[in-house]
Structures are given as C-alpha cells and as structure tokens.
C-alpha cells in the first residue's frame, strides 16, 4: 500500500500546482485591463503566454484528480500525469528564459517601444513619471501635458549621469526591472512544484505497481501472505 507520508507530499505539491496555475491565470487576466506603463512591460504576447501556462497547469491538476481515484491497479492516469507535467516544464523553461532574456537589453528593448508608442502614449508616461525624453532631453521627447511643456522646460532639467531620472529610460526600466524579475522568477518557481509532483507521481507508480505485484504472488499462494 503507498504510504501516507507519500500521498500527503504528493497531495500538497498537487495542491501547489493548482495555486501556480490558479495565479498565473489571474494575473495573466488582471494585467490586461488598462494601464499604460504596464502594457508598454508587458505586451499582449507576453498575457497571452502566461493565459496558457495557467490553463495547462489547470488542466494538469484536473488530469491528477482523474489519476487518482483511479483504483490502485490502474496507473495509467498517473503516467499521462507525468507526460502533462513534463510539457508543463517545456513551457515554463521556455516563458521564464524569454522574460529573462528581455531584461538583459532592458534600456534598449524599452527605447524601441517607446519609438513605436504614439505621441499621446509619450506624453502621459512623461506626466507620470515626471520625465522628459528617453535617455535624454532630445531623445523623443513630447511637448505638452502638465510636466514636459515647452522645450525651455525640457533643456533646463538638470543631468545627473549616473540616475537620469529627469529622462524616462530611469523610471521605465526601473518599474519593468522590478516586474519582470519578479515574473520570471515566479515562473522559474513553478518549475520546482512542477518537478516535486513528477518525482512524487513515479514514487506513487512505482509503489502500486509493487502492491499489485504482490496481491497477485499473494493470490497464487492461495491468498496466505509471506512467512
């Protein structure tokens, strides 16, 4: 018979697995709703990404539940459980790297967005975040709004070369720093609730396979167990 100990480790890093799935559906759902700076850190690819590493981790988790009431003899659900987590892993392997990836060019990767983001988008991120200018105070700046109003206002800011926070490259890559970080470690942390299930599931299969071994020595004996 498999352990209790066992099927309590098993059954929390199950639970775990559904609370990382649960969490990535929600923020993936809550970071859509508007707010310019976040949308320009995170693009729709990147939402919709986190959306289906959510699903599947929910998906997993409703596959495990098939797995095991299944009655002891029957590992097959479990096994399917293993090939589930293992894509699972391929997925937060490959989202995790793409988000650290992009924080290893920050300054520039942000300095491309916002070229492309419309005059209107550069303008209220400089009301915000009280910044004129990407790196500097001739690098795109926008004039208008309450903050960026003339360029007399723009070429007196002072320049302090090792912050720059009078230009917006500071306190953008300082908010996206901050979140994708802690996104990209979130997700790499999924990855060790992910493993601990697939090594407690081959414990989990391994040990009904013995018990059913044994059921059946022990019914060729005639039902009397071992001396």
């Known amino acids: 018979m498999v352990s209790r100990n066992l099927m309590i480790f098993w059954g929390v890093a199950d639970f775990l697995l559904l609370a990382a799935g649960a ?25 919709t990404a986190g959306t289906v590493l959510g699903i599947a981790l929910l998906v997993t988790f409703v596959i495990s539940i098939i797995a095991v009431v299944q009655r002891n003899h029957v590992t097959l659900g479990f096994v399917i459980l293993n090939y589930a987590l293992l894509l699972d892993a391929g997925a937060i392997v490959v989202i995790g790297t793409f988000v650290w990836f992009f924080t290893l060019r920050m300054r520039d990767n942000f300095r491309v967005l916002w070229e492309a983001a419309t005059p209107e988008t550069r303008i209220f991120l400089q009301d915000q975040l009280q910044c004129c200018g990407y ?93």
């Not at 970071?31 to 693009?43: A, D, G, H, K």
């Open 23 to 47: 969490v990535a559906l929600a923020l993936s759902i809550v970071w859509r709703s508007p707010n310019i700076l976040m949308n320009m850190v995170l693009s729709n690819a990147d939402l």
């Open 135 to 227: 790196f500097n105070g001739t690098d795109l700046p926008e004039i208008g709004g309450t903050f960026c109003t003339s360029q007399q206002v723009i070429d007196a800011l002072p320049v302090d070369k090792e912050t720059m926070t009078n230009f917006c490259v500071t306190p953008i890559t300082k908010f996206a720093d901050s979140t994708l970080n802690n996104i990209f470690t979130c997700v790499y942390g999924f990855m060790g609730i992910v493993l601990c299930l697939l090594l407690a599931t081959l414990c989990v299969i391994k040990k009904r396979q013995e018990d059913e071994r044994f059921k059946r020595i022990d019914s060729k004996r005639g039902g009397r167990g071992f001396v």
